[in-house]
């Protein structure tokens, strides 16, 4: 007889010795507790207070779990609908339950939870045989779990905030265990069967980088989750399980587990009476049929790799898509929203195929360009010549960059280049809207020194007394240039002394009212060679502000970026954001003026068949080179610059594209560039005209000594020609000369360089 001493010892959890196995099987009834409160009362015994609080366990049950959105692709769209990239963090596509074939239904719910539509959240006797087999292991070796419990695990794992967190909702513990059941309980009462079984579906991993049923029908059989076989949804149910050990991208060993779990599931489907045994044998002779689908993310596997890392650093750094740069990042790699972008595939060819004709991705030197719609600020093309992505070695330099060389630093972008004398056309503009006529202008001097004259926009004096300017070649030595000759020649001292005329600052305000920024984000150097074009710049803000020109002075602000869909169907449409940052009419005689440079200036020679008007840029020592143009419909700016560094490498003695440059000028590669890519671009687009200019307010006005000059240099013209089709013959003949003798002549080829460089003209 037992003393009552030991038996209260016992009643109160101590077991006397010999009765280990019968204490475990107590604890299990007590956790399986009240699953089935007639099977584990008699076990608990006569613990009533613990029996009390067992019941109220799963009697009180919490709120359902707080489900946070599942990742899912951000699919990036061009202007025609077609999908040209995607983010993702996890590989998923979320579907209805109606989008997913019923035997794939069928297969999970068999391999993992037969009785699924039969219990409330609880397999009674799944659990308490796993509790059971636990409980004597001292540990989880047996799983047991419904589907609505294992939705809660990966329910906690996805809501989790930190690592920390993510290991406590997978803890191998009874504790993790009771609160994971009495979750299912209340997600039973919140969701029918169906609900549950779609939510888990979506949210579990099934290997191969696949997160929900969709992403694994294409990710293991390149189809979709409404068409799967019987032996496909066979394969991707046996994977559930242990997704990293049937991964069948890793290997024909996790291929060979897959096909046994596929077959285990096709033999449990068959014990069920889902399917007959006859057709789940023909099942298991079939092949496991393995086709592979690669799941690109980011822009390195995209189409046009810089446009998408365009969209994806405005998509970070503009609070118009979420308040904090956190909130953003979640969004675009969680959020499985859509982006319509303004990228138009016709005109990224355009770019691509104009490019990839002049410069070689192994040269040195790059060209980059921008092609952005007049009146909207509509990027709809973004090319270089490097392709996108890391070199081997992560070498710096070699075919690839991962520089976004079109745009500024903050779209993922370098330092920029120094715009030369695309910046004139600032000047031009605010001697234009000051009064200043076609035909108004000044003698020049053969050299100019800015000693006085310049303030920048605080009032303070930037003269710079100690640095003489010089006309490029071509230019001429001085003498007499209006507004127009000045600007069709490109002639330095002319624009330093009409800049000086206007007001620096007044310039300077005017390039900031076309968005003008430097690449690097630091304030504009207001300086006197501002409109010389010193401060460094992008193709995309260059491209935006001359566009602005063509839509007669509307600036819009790039844009890439025209809506964004969220999963549930809700569209934002993202507008324009626009201003007028000159009159109309001011715009109109710019337009005037600049179409002179494709008939009378740096560019004769050189056009696209239909109104154009643009302003070429060469800087001082050939450090880099622009040309950047418009029309009504299409604006586009090309840059060319060493990616090894444009000061330490400037553009004189360069072979690039396999043609040998003595120097790059702006009409020499960057300006072909823009007419072979402009006239692609809009091959089917008709022609709009600029609108002339207002005669009675800009036409007229006089330059003394100009028409001299004029008739002066035309008597001479046609020996000019001559000398030009004569310079043009042997320079052809020396590009030849230094393919075939470049080691054995250098010293040659550098003097007659040197040579051919004299200011002939251009």
Known sequence: MRSGKAARKRRDGAPAAGQGALAKLAMAGALGGLLAAALALPVVGGAGVAAKQVSATFTELPAAPREVPLAQHTRLLDARGRQFAQFYFQNRTTVPLSRVAPVMRQAIVAIEDARFYEHGGLDVRGTLRALITNTQAGGIRQGGSSLTQQLVKNILVEAAESEQERQRARAPSLRRKISELRYALALEKKYTKDEILERYLNITYFGAGAFGVEAAARRFFSTTADRLTLGQAATLAGAVRRPYETDPALGTTRRQRLRERRDLVLDRMAGLGMITAARAAEARREALGIRLRPEPGGCSESSSPYFCLYVQKELLANPAFGHTRAERQRRLMHGGIVLRTTLDPR????????????????????????????????????????????????????????????????????????????????????????????????????????????????????????????????????????????????????????????????????????????????????????????????????????????????????????????????????????SQAIEPDVADAVSHVLRGVFHKGTMRGQDIGRDAAGKTGTNNGYTSAWFAGYTPDLAAAVSVGDIRGSYRYPLRGVTIGGTHYGSVQGASLPGPIWVDSMSRALRDTSPTPFRRPDMSRFGGGHTPGLEEAEAGRGEGRHHRGEGRRWRRHFRDGHHRFRDGHRHRHRRHARMIDRWLNLPWGR
């Not at 509509?378 to 070695?393: D, E, T």
């Not at 075919?399 to 779209?411: F, Q, R, S, V």
């Not at 710079?464 to 490029?472: E, K, L, M, R, S």
């Open 347 to 578: 005109v990224q060819r355009a770019a691509e195929k104009a490019i990839s004709a002049q410069v070689n991705p192994a040269d040195a030197q790059v060209a980059a360009e921008a092609m952005i719609e007049p009146g909207t600020g509509m990027i709809r093309a973004l090319a270089a010549s490097k392709r996108y992505g890391r070199n081997p070695r992560n070498s710096k330099h070699g075919d690839h960059t991962t520089y976004n060389l079109p745009a500024d630093i903050a779209h993922g972008g370098g330092q920029g280049l120094q715009a030369g004398s695309t910046f004139k056309v600032f000047t031009l503009a605010t001697a234009l809207a000051e009064g200043w006529r076609f035909d108004e202008g000044f003698d020049t001097p053969g050299s100019f020194v800015a000693g006085y004259g310049y303030r920048d926009c605080h009032g303070n004096p930037v003269n710079d007394p100690g640095t003489v300017i010089h006309n490029a070649s071509g230019e001429g030595e001085g003498g007499p240039h209006s507004i127009s000759t000045g600007t069709w020649k490109s002639v330095n001292i002319f624009y330093m002394m009409l800049e000086q005329k206007v007001g620096l600052c007044d310039v300077v305000r005017t390039a900031r009212r076309f968005g003008v920024k430097r690449a690097d984000g630091t304030p504009l150097r207001e300086v006197p060679t501002f409109t010389l074009g010193v401060n460094e710049v992008d193709p995309v803000t260059v491209a935006a502000a001359f566009a602005a020109f063509g839509a007669r002075g509307r600036y819009c602000r790039p844009m890439a970026i025209v809506e964004i869909a969220e999963p549930g169907g809700r569209a934002t449409r993202v507008p324009p954001d626009c």
